[in-house]
């Protein structure tokens, strides 16, 4: 009993250190320049991508590789309708919501017709889907009814769209930054907190919804499909819920990345990217929050911290002269560690501890 | 539209079919036997189709005549691209035979990232124009128009496939092979090396590989670092809709999404060929979950 009080008492002290960590966080990172606070922020919304995905391969078992094309309908959602471009300007309460939204409303779209599909054919069905809506954003700005002659630009093609608006709260700009009792708070440093919070949302209600009843039903869907529905479970109904959830987020993050970064393109949202997000689940550990988290900070920051790492002036320093490129190299350890973690680690980094047990199991 | 014009997309479509043919071959032989997307592949062609590059320029400059020089170069390719092939199997994929389904696929994207800049690191990044070295001017057949390298790919790819089928359905290799894609265990009982065969297999494949490389290079005139990645995810595409693990599949996949993409861009602007490609993709799996020929895998029970 007392050790157990005591497991409690130092689980709290972990979750208050962390908490305090990812507070101070930004700042230090803004003391090695606003460069490295920015990629903070793009991490947390990894964060974000990778759990919202994680419903759908961790948890349900559904091989989607199209999951970026939710990311890119919540970036359009909020480039098109707060931006020069229509000189349509809403305000984030309804912007994020509507992105949200319609991203499910595509999960849904891509979930309908591929009910029947199981394993490999879903995957490449996932990816045909997030293929399709990339040369969609790429050749929408050339629409033309038939029979008409008026052209219609609705997405500027591969061009992209400029000049986004940011977070704006009730007539404060988030990007114009803060002073609070003389501490200078930048325009991305305030982003990181709303990421944060964003981030913390994701995580609280992927955790709710898979310890929910619908929750348990993805797992027993993942386990077995038969099974499952020979337990009266509505297969169809909870793979499209899996399908919605998973894209939910992604809408989410997609939109607080236009707000950040003031401009997208279709180059953003191609299959590497879709690729990428599933590495971060797989490599940190499938189902396991925390391992999926991991996933996503490991993988987002790795390649920056190489980058600056591998500079032509450290080369220069080690070797006289620059071996390679910095951005070859980059690559060249990132997918020898992605190789060499899925080797040693076939389970993930941070696999779930039923999971862990299951696959040792396995090999008795 | 004229039947004239159809006529030429359809010969058009063939051509570009082959070639994807071959590749998806490669995917759907690897994928009969490991149930893995090798996505390394597409890097493998593009291997082929450098090498290749390389080696023929290197020899026509040394004197020795054009066509000998790229039938040289091609072997050349064939042998390289077969050791990339059987050492990716041997270092990335065999250690993950029997864990979770999507480790080897993880550990498949890593290796095509590397492989992708080794090729920088050796090529470069630049766009290489390749040696136009079979004629590529145009001969025309009654209202169609093909050229003499068109024709050499066609008959290339017919013969290569036709050779593999042979050898998978009429040789004691082919034998072994279709008895390990049924059942690993039960066919290393039976005497079978399984590491060999699965050797065997992905030598196979990344050689048609590099020849297909070789094809796509000479029919575009150009090769580059990146050119495996949308060949390969077409490919892909190919064999899926053919139902993976079938070889008739691959074929019969290959030759319909080159003839839906040539033949549909008389009706869509090109910039929306690929999108047609997909869509064909999604409604054949739609009603046929299994691929066109691919046959219904038993429920896992």
Known sequence: MNSLLQNKRNQIIAIVALGIFLLILPFLAGMLGQAWVRILNITLLYVMLALGLNVVVGVAGLLDLGYVAFYAVGAYVWALLASQHFDLHYPWWVLLPLGAFLAALAGLMLGAPVLKLRGDYLAIVT????????????????????????????????????????????????????????????????????????????VWMVYNLQHSRLGRAWQALREDEIAAKAMGINVRNVKLAAFAFGALTGGLAGGLFAAMQGFVSPESFGLLESVMILAMVVLGGMGHIPGVILGAVLLSAMPEVIRYAADENVQQKVFGFVVVAPEVLRNLIFSLAMILIMLYKPAGLWPSPERKAELEGDRV | ???????????????????????????????????????????????????????????????????????????????????????????????????????????????????????????????????????????????????????????????????????????????????????????????????????????????????AGVMVASNYGQAHYYMGFMLGLKAFTAAVMGGIGNLWGAVAGGLILGLVENVGLIFVRGDYKDIFAFVVLVLVLIFRPQGLIGEKVAERA
């Open chain 1, 127 to 202: 990816l045909g889907f997030g293929e399709i809506i990339r040369i969609l954003m790429n050749n929408l700005d050339k629409v033309s009814l038939p029979g008409g002659d008026t052209v219609y630009n609705i997405t500027n093609g591969p061009r992209g769209i400029t000049g986004i608006d940011g977070l704006n709260f009730f007539g404060f700009k988030l990007s114009k930054g803060i002073e609070i009792f003389g501490l200078p708070v930048s325009g991305l440093q305030l982003y990181y907190f709303v990421f944060l919070a964003f981030a913390c949302f994701s």
């Open chain 2, 1 to 211: 539209m004229s039947i004239d014009v159809l006529l030429q997309q359809i010969v058009n479509g063939l051509v570009v079919g082959s070639v994807y043919a071959l590749v998806a071959l490669g995917y759907t032989m690897v994928y009969g036997i490991l149930q893995l997307i090798n996505f390394a592949h597409g890097e493998i062609v593009m291997i082929g189709a450098l090498v290749a590059l390389v080696v023929t320029k290197a020899l026509t400059a040394a004197g020795i005549p054009p066509v000998l020089a790229l039938l040289l170069a091609i072997l050349a390719a064939m042998i390289v691209c077969a050791i990339v092939g059987v050492s990716i199997e041997r270092i990335a994929y065999r250690p993950l035979r029997s864990a979770p389904r999507l480790a080897p696929l993880i550990t498949a994207i890593g290796v095509s990232i590397f492989l992708q800049q080794v090729a920088i690191l050796v090529f470069g990044r630049n766009y290489f124009t390749f040696p136009e070295i079979i004629p590529k001017s145009p001969i025309n057949i009654g209202p169609i128009t093909v050229t003499a390298n068109e024709i050499v790919i066609l008959i290339t790819s017919v013969s290569l496939m036709a050779g593999l089928l042979w050898l998978v359905n009429k040789t004691k290799i082919g034998t072994a092979m279709r008895a390990t894609a049924e059942d690993q265990k039960v066919a290393g009982l039976m005497g079978i090396d399984i590491n060999k065969i699965i050797a065997i297999t992905f030598a196979i494949g990344s050689g048609l590989g590099a020849v």
